[in-house]
């Protein structure tokens, strides 16, 4: 049985920064792609960044040059570095793993998911 467990979100002023960790079990890691992504009030869940078993990465227009993806396997956690966070980042944000090896911006290609960290930037 897959499990991811994220944590990291907070409360934090437009233009901080805040680093997510998605600590994952149940299975051999490195293998596969991992992903984040996100859910405002009111708004469907939407792709923000992956990462392949190779750690070529994915992001989406809005998040790019702020977020950054990383992963470590030696701990089988997942990274989401966010710099520079606007108002507009404001969601609950979702480690998800695929069984893909490939990074993907497609949600159906994610299997398991992890149970959201709030996020929230002040203005």
């Known amino acids: 049985q897959v499990q991811l467990v994220d944590t990291g979100g907070g409360l934090v002023q437009d233009g901080g920064s805040l680093r997510l960790s998605c600590a994952a079990s149940?299975?051999?890691?490195?293998?596969?792609?991992q992903g984040w992504f996100r859910q405002a009030p009111g708004k469907e869940r939407e792709f923000v960044a992956a990462i392949s078993w190779t750690e070529n990465t994915l992001y989406a227009d809005s998040v790019k040059s702020r977020f950054t993806i990383s992963r470590d396997n030696t701990k089988s956690t997942l990274y989401l570095q966010m710099n520079s966070l606007k108002p507009e980042d404001t969601a609950v944000y979702y480690c998800?793993?695929?069984?893909?090896?490939?990074?993907?911006?497609?949600?159906?290609?994610?299997?398991?998911w992890g149970q959201g960290t709030q996020v929230i930037v002040s203005s």
């Open positions: 998800a793993a695929s069984d893909r090896a490939i990074a993907t911006m497609q949600e159906e290609f994610y299997r398991y």
């Open positions: 149940g299975r051999t890691f490195s293998n596969y792609a």
